[in-house]
């Protein structure tokens, strides 16, 4: 049974530049959530997808973007990066009582903005 | 104040100690309450829930305090291998998960 998996592991990109995150959830789990974890942090919550839809949202700028396909897979975009966007991120898949179920956490992407 | 508060730390115990961690939230209407690890540049494993009549997993217990808005961990005869960060995880009525900040366990031999 495969667990949540992301890719790529990690990424370096630059000032300005937009980057495309990916996520497939363990079998059986139709909600995503992505969340950002800086160094020495916990992670804070960007938003959740179920349906296709977000369902919730995190207090980050627009330029964090989303998307769900129909096989519940995830993609996270980040518009215009800024160094301070550098940090790991992670998605975590669910069943469709959203956060009320455990969530399980991908292994992350690395992500460093030069 | 801060939604989610933990110290932390880092807790430096010998193998054996008994160690107790404690997280405070802000909201008093939350409804939720977990406890993660994470070990060093790895994701956050779910540890354990937390319910209002306290919970046991083996060497690990669980309590919240409603009254105080605190949730704590203990973990009873720490071993190498309990070294890791332990988050935890409050989900207010919004239902925007929010995690503390961590607090770092280090079990020395």
């Known amino acids: 049974d495969a667990g949540v998996t992301q890719s790529p592991t990690h990424l370096i990109k630059t000032r300005g530049q937009q980057v495309t995150l990916r996520c497939s959830p363990k079998?059986?789990?139709?909600?995503v959530s992505w969340y950002q974890q800086a160094l020495g942090q916990g992670p804070q919550f960007i938003f959740q997808?179920?349906?296709?839809?977000?369902?919730q949202r995190g207090n980050f700028p627009d330029r964090f973007s989303g998307h769900q396909f129909p096989n519940y897979s995830s993609e996270l975009n980040v518009n215009a990066l800024l160094l301070g966007d550098s940090a790991l991120y992670l998605c975590?898949?669910?069943?469709?009582?959203?956060?009320?179920?455990?969530?399980?956490f991908g292994p992350g992407t690395r992500l460093l903005v030069l | 104040r801060k939604e989610v508060e933990q110290d932390p730390g880092p807790f430096n115990v010998p193998e054996g100690a008994t160690v107790a961690f404690n997280c405070t939230y802000s909201?008093?209407?939350?409804?939720?309450f977990f406890w993660y690890r994470q070990d060093c540049r790895k994701e956050p494993k779910l540890l354990m829930s937390?319910?209002?009549s306290g919970n046991e997993d083996g060497r690990f217990t669980a309590q919240l305090n409603r009254a105080s808005q605190y949730i704590s961990l203990l973990i009873r005869d720490s071993k190498l291998s309990d070294s890791a960060t332990y988050l935890c995880?409050?989900?207010?009525?919004?239902?925007?998960?929010?995690f503390g900040i961590g607090t770092k366990l280090q079990v020395i031999p």
């Open positions: 997808y179920y349906e296709e839809e977000e369902r």
């Open positions: 909201n008093s209407a939350s409804q939720s």
């Open positions: 995880v409050v989900i207010p009525p919004s239902s925007k998960v929010t």
């Open positions: 079998s059986g789990h139709d909600t």
């Open positions: 975590a898949s669910s069943g469709d009582r959203g956060f009320q179920e455990t969530q399980y």
């Open positions: 937390v319910y209002s």
